[in-house]
């Protein structure tokens, strides 16, 4: 079914921060539905009275326009934020404080209602860790730099384009992991060992793989009509690293169906990284 | 209080997918309490009866070993493995089936109950864009490369180290956006104009600046005792950045504060993109 053809909503992604967290939410929840398209609204920083009587317009707005009270997924702390919000023609829900008693309850503490906590520079060096490790991985992109590969967290291999790059950011960037990433080329595969710079780091090491079908696919677009973007090229540069891979005895993976999300987690879990959120 | 005497409870994050959005969750709400550590434990990938079994073993087992029941923030899908889990000791917080009905009321059509939506690879062309504007950022960090700045979304002006790259990474890894970075250096401020590079792309420019005191720090990390990171030097360039920005009407923000989060947040509202999760 063609999508432009669905039922439209109208959701509203209130909060008093960056409105990542209720965005992530809504993605996930809204996701469970394919007979409706949704159209997002995002109102982040919705910090003050007056912002929040400005948000109850636009609501409003968007009811008498399309006939419907809007969704509102709300993460807002502040009580009188909220109530203020609520007096729009909607249907509100409240992702904190539907849980918050029921954790109250569960572990005998309050909750001290302050807004905007998650994505705020509470603290300056888990945020600085977390920068270092962008720059890190930036650095250490595909075997440019290769001083400091003994302070990697993880060191991610494989054949040019199977996916190295975005996962090492990635992890950086939500995990402050110093993720480097070195490549396996063809020369490695005819001297038939790994390459040297990375022996010493051997435990750290992490494969990815990728189809060779999908893999000229991607060199294509990058290099079109090159020896190295062939079919044939490909398979064999896959079939060497994977074989060098399972001979050296370093767990892989193979990245052809899965987002960058479900490769780094993959990773966190297999080289056994402490996982929390940057 | 010392971080350490404070009491710990545990909580487990379990999804059928990569956990993020149930991370992402918890992060927000248990910032919420600081009275309380909280010691998070991952189970990703939870799809199968099997492992939903052996999810339930470890869980026992931390009831047993700290005494208290743990906090389980689950956005598990399948009706037969949440059940399954809801059988350990535990305090079960199902974070999409508690509005589900909710939102199934407000928009008349039922959910469809499949797993692991929000990460997938399921819609490649989207997720092609995301790689694309990931590689675009990359190659036009610092201005190193400027031939297709006509096809980026944004370009981040600022001097070096005020956050530029961090912050152009995020927009592309979160939301596909292809934010280029482009210095404001010294040469700049003596020839008193704006990189003739850019000029024409004045509509997508968007400036980042940074307190003089904090910019020093930075930069003396990178190139300790340098004229580039004396206070001097940096009261200078922030100055006359701001100066130029002023003057040729450019956005612009302090970053001296704010996460790449709060940064990325206000450039989107402030240019005008429109903010989808990639």
């Given at each position: 079914?063609?999508?432009?053809?669905?039922?439209?909503?109208?959701?509203y992604l209130v909060s008093d921060?960056?409105?990542?967290t209720v965005?992530?939410f809504?993605?996930?929840?809204?996701?469970?539905?394919?007979?409706?398209?949704?159209?997002?609204?995002?109102?982040?920083?919705?910090?003050?009275?007056?912002?929040?009587?400005?948000?109850?317009?636009?609501?409003?707005?968007?009811?008498?326009?399309?006939?419907?009270?809007?969704i509102i997924f709300s993460t807002l702390v502040n009580i009188?934020i909220m109530n203020l919000l609520k007096?729009?023609?909607c249907i509100f829900i409240d992702l904190f404080g539907t849980f918050i008693n029921h954790?109250?309850?569960?572990?005998?503490?309050?909750s001290?209602n302050?807004?905007?906590?998650?994505?705020?520079?509470?603290?300056?060096?888990?945020?600085?860790?977390?920068?270092?490790?962008?720059?890190?991985?930036?650095?250490?992109?595909?075997?440019?730099?290769?001083?400091?590969?003994?302070?990697?967290?993880?060191?991610?291999?494989?054949?040019?384009?199977?996916?190295?790059?975005?996962?090492?950011?990635?992890?950086?960037?939500?995990?402050?992991?110093?993720?480097?990433?070195?490549?396996?080329?063809?020369?490695?595969?005819?001297?038939?060992?790994?390459?040297?710079?990375?022996?010493?780091?051997?435990?750290?090491?992490?494969?990815?793989?990728?189809?060779?079908?999908?893999?000229?696919?991607?060199?294509?677009?990058?290099?079109?009509?090159?020896?190295?973007?062939?079919?044939?090229?490909?398979?064999?540069?896959?079939?060497?690293?994977?074989?060098?891979?399972?001979?050296?005895?370093?767990?892989?993976?193979?990245?052809?169906?899965?987002?960058?999300?479900?490769?780094?987690?993959?990773?966190?879990?297999?080289?056994?990284?402490?996982?929390?959120?940057?």
């Amino acid at each position: 079914m063609n999508n432009q053809l669905l039922p439209e909503r109208t959701v509203y992604l209130v909060s008093d921060g960056t409105g990542i967290t209720v965005e992530t939410f809504s993605n996930a929840v809204l996701s469970q539905f394919d007979q409706v398209r949704f159209k997002e609204i995002h109102l982040p920083f919705i910090c003050s009275i007056e912002k929040a009587k400005e948000a109850v317009i636009k609501i409003n707005n968007t009811a008498n326009e399309t006939g419907y009270p809007p969704i509102i997924f709300s993460t807002l702390v502040n009580i009188d934020i909220m109530n203020l919000l609520k007096t729009a023609n909607c249907i509100f829900i409240d992702l904190f404080g539907t849980f918050i008693n029921h954790i109250e309850q569960a572990i005998g503490h309050k909750s001290n209602n302050s807004i905007g906590r998650s994505h705020m520079v509470s603290d300056s060096e888990k945020y600085r860790n977390r920068i270092d490790a962008i720059n890190f991985s930036l650095s250490h992109d595909d075997g440019q730099f290769v001083n400091q590969l003994n302070k990697a967290d993880v060191i991610l291999i494989g054949v040019s384009r199977c996916g190295k790059t975005p996962t090492s950011l990635y992890l950086a960037m939500q995990y402050a992991i110093k993720a480097a990433n070195f490549p396996l080329t063809p020369d490695d595969f005819e001297r038939n060992t790994l390459p040297a710079t990375i022996v010493p780091f051997k435990s750290k090491l992490f494969g990815l793989s990728i189809l060779p079908e999908r893999l000229s696919e991607v060199r294509n677009e990058r290099r079109p009509n090159s020896k190295y973007a062939t079919l044939e090229q490909c398979r064999y540069e896959v079939s060497e690293s994977e074989k060098m891979m399972r001979r050296e005895g370093i767990s892989w993976l193979s990245t052809t169906t899965k987002s960058i999300e479900e490769i780094s987690t993959t990773v966190l879990q297999e080289i056994g990284l402490s996982r929390t959120l940057a």
